[in-house]
């Protein structure tokens, strides 16, 4: 049997595993289809492979992850065909964008960056939570319950992603790929299909909507540059490194995918 199919094996086995513990903490919290906390829940399959990509020494694939899923999330925002969302959103994401690459221009983000990173993301999604109705917990009384629920969810979201992490450098190693495009271009599909899978598929209740709405799509790239990158240099130690091609030509993208969202936005019809 060839080495890659083997490799490949493990990587599916870990987006299954990241897939079950997204889709039991969707199912825990059954949060509205519009709150923008559904940002942060879409992400974890997203963050758990970073941090283990990161924790493991492969930097450049997490940053790979990284890019892949603020780009996916950019050109689902701009091409759902629903009513727009606030100017707010898109000149948040252009600064945020901006924002990490002056920042990261000394060669990376230290820890107290990532922290004032994380504390922007809390702040925006806090602003956004008071924009938005009906978005409270359904049956909060079982409180104890879903707490182990979500518990159970992480421990199989930490576990798939290590083994998906494991999967894909092990698949690099034998195809002699370069991380970072494996990050991109295979990775981050990943991970974003296992943050909204679940949602999609989830039955919902009488009345509701799995439809992802474009307001959220912004909320999860802008939470995937503020949160994702804030907490990946906050919990590594000597913070999250920024090479030279990355600050050259990776982050530019970023920049650029996010102006042209807020270019789009900005053109379209005030809903």
């Known amino acids: ?81 629903a009513p727009v969302p606030s100017r707010s959103r898109a000149w948040s994401l252009i600064a945020a964008a901006m924002g990490i690459w002056g920042l990261a221009l000394d060669g990376g983000l230290a820890r107290a960056e990532g922290a004032l990173l994380v504390l922007l993301c809390l702040l925006y999604l806090t602003w956004t939570v008071r924009q938005t109705t009906k978005m409270s917990i ?39 790929l370069d991380r970072w495009m494996l990050g991109l271009a295979l990775v981050a599909p990943a991970c974003v299909l296992a943050g909204w899978m679940p949602r999609l598929i989830a039955r919902q209740p009488a009345g509701g909507s799995s439809r992802i709405e474009p307001c959220v799509w912004f909320d999860f790239s802008l939470v995937n540059l503020l949160g994702l990158v804030g907490l990946t240099a906050l919990t590594t130690p000597g913070g999250f490194p920024f090479t030279r091609e990355t600050l050259l030509v990776s982050w530019p993208l970023v920049i650029l995918t996010s102006i042209l969202a807020g270019v789009s936005l900005m053109r379209a019809e005030p809903a």
């Open 1 to 81: 049997m060839p080495e890659w199919i083997l490799s490949l094996a493990v990587l599916i086995a870990g987006l299954i595993g990241l897939m079950l513990g997204t889709g039991l903490v969707y199912g825990t919290l059954a949060l509205s289809a519009r709150t923008p906390w559904l940002a942060w829940i879409a992400l974890l399959p997203a963050l758990a492979v970073t941090l283990q990509a990161v924790s493991s020494g492969a930097n450049v694939l997490g940053m790979g992850v990284i890019i892949g899923v603020h780009v996916l999330g950019i050109l689902s925002a701009i091409s759902t065909r």
């Open 138 to 176: 359904e049956r909060a009384g079982y409180i104890w319950a879903r707490i182990a629920c979500v518990c159970v969810g992480l421990i199989l979201l930490t576990m798939g992603a290590r083994v998906l992490a494991m999967g894909a450098l092990d698949l690099a190693l034998v195809l002699d």
